[in-house]
């Protein structure tokens, strides 16, 4: 309510295309780059839209032509994956790894939105856990008075 920083005033206007990398790190480009570019830096991958990745299909290999586009997210991937049908346990470990590239993203305004939970674009975080450990979701610290309410039940009052 009045505890968080007005969320028009903190976020960056510039929209980026962003790649995640094999290894896990995030590039983002705020102009237009050529997937062929991109392929001279690494020419054991491929390059390859998120909108375009299906369950149980073959990925869709972005063409050297082709430019990256902002407000999008594309992963780098390993060659072999080309011959191969997406499995639900690759594209889970291709959401974490965009997840946490995303997360650890310099843009932190975001972040620091997102976990307030003033914005009105309703992102919501999951409970997950990551490689053991447990992550609790953003906006809620894990304790506190939330669930200790011993009051009496919640009731409507109509408009007229």
């Given at each position: 309510m009045g505890n968080c920083r007005s969320c028009d005033a903190s976020r960056s206007t510039t929209v980026t295309a962003k790649l995640v990398l094999r290894d896990g790190r995030?590039?983002?480009?705020s102009w237009p780059v050529k997937v062929s570019l991109l392929l001279q830096q690494n020419p054991d991958c491929f390059i390859c839209s998120s909108d375009e990745m299906?369950?149980?299909q073959y990925v869709a290999e972005m063409g050297g032509d082709e430019e990256l586009q902002a407000g999008e997210v594309y992963?780098?991937?390993p060659l072999r994956w080309r011959k191969q049908r997406l499995q639900a346990e690759d594209m889970a470990a291709l959401a974490v790894k965009a997840s946490v590239a995303l997360s650890g993203s310099r843009r932190s305004q975001d972040r620091i939105m997102s976990r307030c939970g003033c914005c009105a674009?309703?992102?919501?975080e999951p409970v997950v856990e990551v490689f053991?450990?447990?992550?609790?979701?953003?906006?809620d610290d894990g304790g506190?008075?939330?669930?200790?309410?011993k009051g009496g039940k919640l009731s409507a009052i109509s408009e007229e």
């Open positions: 995030l590039q983002e480009f299906e369950f149980d992963f780098e991937l674009s309703g992102k919501i053991g450990e447990k992550r609790i979701a953003a906006g506190g008075k939330r669930g200790n309410w």
